[in-house]
Nanobody, 124 residues
Framework: QVQLVESGGGSVQAGGSLRLSCAAS????????MGWFRQAPGKEREGVAA???????KYADSVKGRFTISKDNAKNTLYLQMNRLKPEDTAMYYC??????????????????WGQGTQVTVSS
């Protein structure tokens, strides 16, 4: 069965960096899109960054230039390098995989498997 396990979250000060990892198992990740989503308390889930099966990345405007998504197909692992973090980046971050196409990469409906999440807290 498909499993996604996130790691790398934590608490940092504004301006700091974190690198999230998502280890996938139970399927071949190179065949599907993978993405990072986040949800802050009282807010809707939003797509942060995603990468389609061809390896093309897509970013939310709020993180462009600060976050970088990458994938190691040999390790079946997805990464999110987060630099210049801001307090508004504070949220639970989730990894997801599914048949999302380019147009739905940052939409949750394009994904059918989700990890448990890892908390990111950025203090000012």
């Amino acid at each position: 069965q498909v499993q996604l396990v996130e790691s790398g979250g934590g608490s940092v000060q504004a301006g700091g960096s974190l690198r999230l990892s998502c280890a996938a198992s139970g399927y071949t990740s190179s065949f599907y899109s993978m993405g990072w989503f986040r949800q802050a308390p009282g807010k809707e889930r939003e797509g942060v960054a995603a990468i389609d099966s061809a390896g093309s990345p897509k970013y939310a405007d709020s993180v462009k230039g600060r976050f970088t998504i990458s994938k190691d197909n040999a390790k079946n692992t997805l990464y999110l390098q987060m630099n210049r973090l801001k307090p508004e980046d504070t949220a639970m971050y989730y990894c997801a995989t599914g048949p999302a196409n380019w147009w739905t990469l940052l939409h949750g409906a394009g994904y059918n498997y989700w990890g448990q999440g890892t908390q990111v807290t950025v203090s000012s």
